[in-house]
């Protein structure tokens, strides 16, 4: 079974599972509360970026299909 990164990396549920694991491995290793708004803060960001990034990555993506098919179209019409 192949994972669909892309969807993964956009989808919250996802980093909220993932900040939700991660606070409670610190939590348990007995971290003090600041360290542990910085990692879930850090990771908040980076999982806001990381989701732009890849669905900006999509819509380019798609946007350049629909341009080749309207070339193609045009081509072959």
Known sequence: MKINWKQKL???KFWAAFIG???ALLVAFGVDNLTLE???ALITAASTLIA???GEG???AARV???K???NDDIQG
């Open 10 to 12: 956009t989808s919250r």
């Open 21 to 23: 694991f991660i606070t």
């Open 38 to 40: 910085q990692v879930v």
């Open 52 to 54: 732009y990034i890849v």
């Open 58 to 60: 999509i819509v380019d």
């Open 65 to 67: 299909n629909s341009e």
């Open 69 to 71: 098919e309207i070339i």
